[in-house]
């Protein structure tokens, strides 16, 4: 499904991930611990395409990301991926069922039908006229979800999505997770830094210094 291979990215003339290889199935969720500034925020926009590695390959479903016209990376970004952050990036003028449509809008999908269903997935169906500065953390992390699952995109990358969350909050955010990424398949790839929220994923490696650790 993703594989990754040789890849380099540098800033300037600092590297940053120094000859990544990474193979993720479909249906996986993997993630990806490793300490403050070991490259993992660097890597997941790489594989969201948000970003383009400077050597090496990205496939994902065995076209290399690199291959792709500003177009189809747009597309790809838009259509297969959905993106979970540690500050939850809710537009905050809008409501939480707006947030939620957003995907589906940028996508033309018409149903809003399915709004509904993922709010209610996560449980906060009954907040879904209120604005994100309404909900607690742990509230619009779920919305967060609900958002990048809406327009059923293939992967899933969440960057420290617990991050700024308590610890029991995050015990159901990862639960939620880990339940919706397994009833409809998808591919996960979480980064963290925090051993307690890896140890959800059924498989995890590490990165140090800008590489994957054998
Ligand atoms: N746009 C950028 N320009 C220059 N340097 C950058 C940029 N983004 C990241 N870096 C540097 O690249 C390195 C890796 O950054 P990255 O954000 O991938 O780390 P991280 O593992 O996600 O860290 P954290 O756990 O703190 O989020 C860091 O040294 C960072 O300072
Ligand atoms: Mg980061």
């Known amino acids: 499904m993703i594989r990754l291979e040789g890849v380099e990215k540098y800033y300037g003339s600092t590297p940053v991930l120094k000859g990544v290889n990474l193979f993720v199935e479909r249906g996986e969720f993997i993630s990806v611990m490793g300490s ?20 090496g390959s990205i496939a994902v479903n065995g076209k290399d990301l690199s291959s792709f016209s500003d177009d189809q990376l747009t597309a790809y970004r838009r259509q297969k991926v959905g993106f979970i952050f540690q500050f939850f990036n809710l537009l905050p ?21 399915r709004v509904l269903r993922y709010l209610e997935r996560v449980g906060i169906a009954d907040k879904a006229g209120r604005f994100p ?9 779920r919305v ?20 700024s969350l308590d610890t029991k ?17 998808k591919t996960v ?12 994923s059924r498989k995890m490696v590490r990165i140090r210094d800008g590489v994957i650790l054998p």
């Open 189 to 200: 790839v979480l980064v963290t830094h925090e051993d307690y929220i890896a140890r959800y």
């Open 93 to 113: 003028n809008i409501t939480v069922f707006e947030n939620v449509r957003m995907p589906l809008l940028l996508n033309d999908i018409t149903d809003s039908s």
């Open 133 to 141: 500065r309404e909900l607690s953390g742990g509230e619009q992390q």
């Open 169 to 185: 909050n995050s015990g159901e955010v990862m639960d939620l997770l880990g339940a919706l990424a397994a009833e409809e398949g």
């Open 36 to 55: 403050s500034g070991s490259g993992k925020s660097t890597l997941l926009n790489l594989i969201g395409g948000m970003d383009l590695p400077d050597r």
């Open 144 to 163: 967060a979800i609900a958002r990048a699952l809406v327009h059923a995109p293939e992967v899933i990358l969440a960057d420290e999505p617990t991050g």
